[in-house]
Nanobody, 118 residues
């Protein structure tokens, strides 16, 4: 079955960086779009970034220029490099499997907490 396992979350100071990883299994990774969503306390889940099989990408306006999504098909892993982190980036980050860059996720990981605070 599909498994998405996130890692790399934690506590970081404003202006710092983190890299999230998502190890995928149970499907043909290279042909699917992968994404990252986040959910802050009291808010709805929102798309952060997505990358398709051709490595075309889609980003939320709030993270453009700061976050970079990438994938390694040989390792069945998708990454989210987060730079210049702000307190408003604090959220649980979820790895997702999708059909297209803008479609609703088909599967979700369990999530990893990212806290940006001094």
């Amino acid at each position: 079955q599909v498994q998405l396992v996130e890692s790399g979350g934690g506590l970081v100071q404003p202006g710092g960086s983190l890299r999230l990883s998502c190890a995928a299994s149970g499907f043909i990774f290279s042909i699917y779009t992968m994404g990252w969503y986040r959910q802050a306390p009291g808010k709805q889940r929102e798309l952060v970034a997505a990358i398709n099989s051709l490595s075309s990408t889609n980003y939320a306006n709030s993270v453009k220029g700061r976050f970079t999504i990438s994938r390694d098909n040989a390792k069945n892993t998708v990454y989210l490099q987060m730079n210049s982190l702000k307190p408003e980036d604090t959220a649980v980050y979820y790895c997702t499997l999708q059909s297209t860059l803008a479609s609703r996720p088909l599967h979700w990981g369990q999530g990893t907490q990212v806290t940006v605070s001094s």
